[in-house]
Each structure stands twice: as C-alpha cells, then as structure tokens.
C-alpha cells in the first residue's frame, strides 16, 4: 500500500484555528491550550507530510511551537506570498475557513522549504526588540508633538518623554541581560560587535530577527533580507534591477549599520567609493554595501571568527 501525502493548512485567529486537510477534511478549535492539545492530537493521528500557517503577529508561536516540540513539519510564511497565491489562482473571497483553504493548497503546490523555527529565547529577544522598536517610535513622535505643542500640553508631554526614555534605557538593559545569559548569542555579539559599523542595535536585530545567519549561502541570505537585486527582464528589455521583499525589520537594522560601515570600515568604505566612483547613484552603492556587509556577517558566523579586514576584502 502507498502512503498519501497530507498537508494541512491552519489560519489563526485570536479566539479560534480553522483547519484545512488534504486530500479532505477540515476542522476547527478553539485558540487555547485545550484546543491547541486537540489539534495535536488529531495531527499526530495524521501523520502530516506538511502544515502551513501564516505569521499573524505572535498569535501562531503556541501553535507553532507545540507542534515543532512534537516533532511535526511546521512551516510560518509571509502572508503576503499566501495572499499573492491565492489571487494568482482566483481566489479573492477571504474568511478564516477560505484562508484554511488556500493555506492547505499552497502548501501541498508549492511545498514550502522546512526551516528551523525559533527557539524560545530567540522569541523572547524578538519580543524585547519589537517592544524597543516600539518605545522609539512613541518617543520620536511626542518629541515631534513637543515641538509645535501649546503651553498647557507641554508638561503632560515631558513628564510622557521622560517615562519613555527611562522605558527605552530599560528595554535596551534587558536585551543586553538576554544576550548575556546565552553563551551561544554572547560569542556570537562578540563577533558581529568586532566589525566597524555594526552596533548594538544592529547585533540585536540580526540575533533576534535572522537565526539562519551564518548557515545559508550568500546569495540565499542576501535574498532572504531582501537585499539581493532581482531581475526586471522581459523580450529584449533589460529593465532596473530592485531589491524587494525579505525581512523589513533587519533591512532597516542594516541599513544604518551600512550608512556608518561606509564612513568607518575600511572594506565597506573602499567599495562604497569605488561604486561611486563608476557611477553608481549613492543609494544603489548604499544598498550594495549592505549586501556585502551581510555576507561578511554571515561568512564570520559560520566560520566562527571575529573582523578581519584582510581577510574580506574579496568576500
């Protein structure tokens, strides 16, 4: 007898998780540690070739993570690859049982690549870091309010300022206390930390936000980022070559540690001017300079070496 591929489609929800099975069959359950054991159950019976959900803002990692302890082949997408599926195969009707519907579809056609999932004090730091990203924004924009404030509101927004200052200072001891208690991420700080340009904010993105650092190849890291340029062809028209997609939040990270690389890292330096210096536009250069730093990134991690400037001039 041969053994048919299940695949398993979860949309998830605040209050439920509607599934979705193929060949057949579709359930749901309620989002809690009771209805999570139930999903379990029934999934382990299934033997499943494959499960796909979406990231939907942390709702999924209870989920995600009882079925990754259970040992079964959970896969987290973007959701904006599910929903460009779903169009692309005229689907644009959109509840949780339909979303179940084309999440089971879309793992069983495209089969997406089985990645390790964040462990728990990866969450954990991810968490802190999203919650840091958070206090700066609040900060920036009362900052913003204070400057064209009227007097009666202005001392209700210093009193706010100082709280979120003292919150940030706060948020950035805490990851620090993270990476500490972690032998494996204080190694690894202390290599990323020994490159000209790369700062604490950017060390604790890169821990927190890209795990597979150090264990892709160049090209697979720089197209996970969202930093490789993609081809824009079609006939005989070559058009520009964009970056697009990847990880937001770690392009952003790695942009500012590009734009002070450029001005105090002698390899990231040399490459951003010589670019210029053929032409290039500056933000091209720029975006350029982030790739190759990235890959010097990556190349230190997966050799396990700190900075060594002549040693990367070629990577």
């Known amino acids: ?62 989920l995600t993570g009882a079925l990754a302890a259970a040992g079964m082949p959970v896969v987290v997408v973007n959701p904006r690859q ?25 793992a069983e ?11 728990e004090q990866t969450q954990l730091l991810a968490t802190l870091l999203t919650r840091r990203r958070q206090l700066v924004e609040m900060l920036t924009a009362e900052k913003n309010r204070l400057a064209s404030a009227r007097l009666p509101i202005r001392k209700n927004l210093r009193a706010h300022i100082t709280w979120l200052e003292r919150a940030l200072h706060q948020a950035d001891a805490d990851l ?50 969202g930093v490789a340029p993609l081809n824009r062809d079609s006939g005989t028209l070559r058009g520009r070559r964009t970056v697009w997609g990847g990880r937001a939040q ?5 942009y500012m540690g590009a734009i002070v690389a450029a ?14 210096a053929v032409g290039k536009a500056k933000k091209v250069a720029l975006v350029a300079c982030m790739r190759k730093l990235l890959v010097i990134l990556n190349a230190m991690l997966k050799h396990r070496a700190p900075w060594q400037p002549h040693e990367t001039q070629h990577a």
């Open 250 to 254: 770690v392009r952003m990270a790695l």
């Open 109 to 119: 056609v495209i089969q997406p690549e089985l990645r390790p999932l964040p462990d």
């Open 82 to 106: 599910v929903r460009d599926f779903a169009k692309a195969t005229g689907k644009l009707a959109k509840t949780d049982a339909l979303d179940a519907q084309v999440l089971v579809h879309f």
């Open 1 to 62: 007898m041969t053994h048919t591929s299940v695949f398993v489609g979860i949309d998830v929800s605040k209050a439920q998780l509607d599934l979705a099975l193929r060949p057949e069959g579709r359930f749901a359950a309620p989002n809690t540690e009771a209805g999570i054991a139930h999903v379990l159950t029934r999934l382990q019976a299934l033997s499943p070739t494959l499960i796909v959900m979406e990231a939907t803002g942390g709702l999924e990692l209870p």
């Open 176 to 225: 620090a206390e993270a990476i500490r208690d972690s032998p494996v991420w204080r190694a690894k700080e202390e290599w990323l930390r020994s490159v000209p340009g790369v700062g604490p904010v950017l060390t604790t993105t890169l821990l927190a936000n890209l795990p597979e650092l150090g264990t892709l190849t160049p090209k697979q890291i720089a197209a996970l980022v």
């Open 263 to 276: 001005r105090f890292n002698p390899v990231i330096r040399n490459f951003y001017q010589r670019l210029c």
